[in-house]
Nanobody, 116 residues
Framework: QVQLVESGGALVQAGGSLRLSCAAS????????MGWFRQAPGKQRELVAS???????TYADSVKGRFTISRDNAKNTVTLQMNSLKPEDTAVYYC??????????WGQGTQVTVAS
């Protein structure tokens, strides 16, 4: 059974920092591309950042220079360090594991709220 369990979401003031973590189980973690997506009320889910099995990273333009994604294959975890948070970063953040279009999994989400 595949599980992706996010943690670290919270209410934070603008300009603050948060660290989200996702613990994966039930998959051969190191071969999956891991990603963080977010969905704000009334908006579509969007990619925030991803990291491949070869450690290639991708970031949404809106978070470049503020967010950092990393992975620990020994612990089966992926982390999103979020700095200089803005109110527009408010959303539910989802962890994603993907190897192919048909081989992908989602976590349950964690709420990040940035107060102005």
């Amino acid at each position: 059974q595949v599980q992706l369990v996010e943690s670290g979401g919270a209410l934070v003031q603008a300009g603050g920092s948060l660290r989200l973590s996702c613990a994966a189980s039930g998959i051969f973690f190191k071969i999956y591309t891991m990603g963080w997506f977010r969905q704000a009320p009334g908006k579509q889910r969007e990619l925030v950042a991803s990291i491949t099995s070869t450690l290639t990273t991708t970031y949404a333009d809106s978070v470049k220079g503020r967010f950092t994604i990393s992975r620990d294959n020994a612990k089966n975890t992926v982390t999103l360090q979020m700095n200089s948070l803005k109110p527009e970063d408010t959303a539910v953040y989802y962890c994603n594991a993907e190897r192919t279009r048909s081989d992908k999994f989602w976590g349950q989400g964690t709420q990040v709220t940035v107060a102005s």
